[in-house]
């Protein structure tokens, strides 16, 4: 019994490993996603959405504390915890990012139906 501990072990570390590597630039974006929403605060608009880089801050936070845990401990709970927080943070920032592109879309469109509206009545 010992032996399979050992080896799951072994398993959760090499797979924790990569991660594990860039813990510190995972802080380090969490820090600086919570830092720049709460500057996002002090703004009129910013307070509306500021929420969102905060919690994709310490979505980033949270998955690095698990993948620590994970790789030092063999815990497969925590390596599905991070695992789990990583996922969440790149379905909001993708989600995020489709929005983004609509409304780019949309803004574009709307800027070359206003300028062709315009050229038109010079003439």
Known sequence: MNGETNDQTGVIKRLSSTLYDCKFWMK??????IIGGAIQVLTC??????WLPI??????????????????????????????????????????????IIFMVIGLFLGLFGSVMSISHMR
């Not at 380090?28 to 996603?33: E, K, N």
């Not at 608009?45 to 500021?50: H, L």
């Open 28 to 33: 380090l974006v969490g820090v600086m996603s």
């Open 45 to 50: 608009f910013g307070i509306i959405i500021a």
């Open 55 to 100: 919690w994709l801050g310490i979505l980033l936070f949270q998955c690095a504390n698990a993948i620590e845990q994970a790789y030092e401990t063999g815990s497969e709970v925590a390596m599905i915890r991070s695992l789990s927080k990583l996922k969440t943070y790149f379905i909001i920032t993708g989600v995020l990012t489709l929005i983004a």
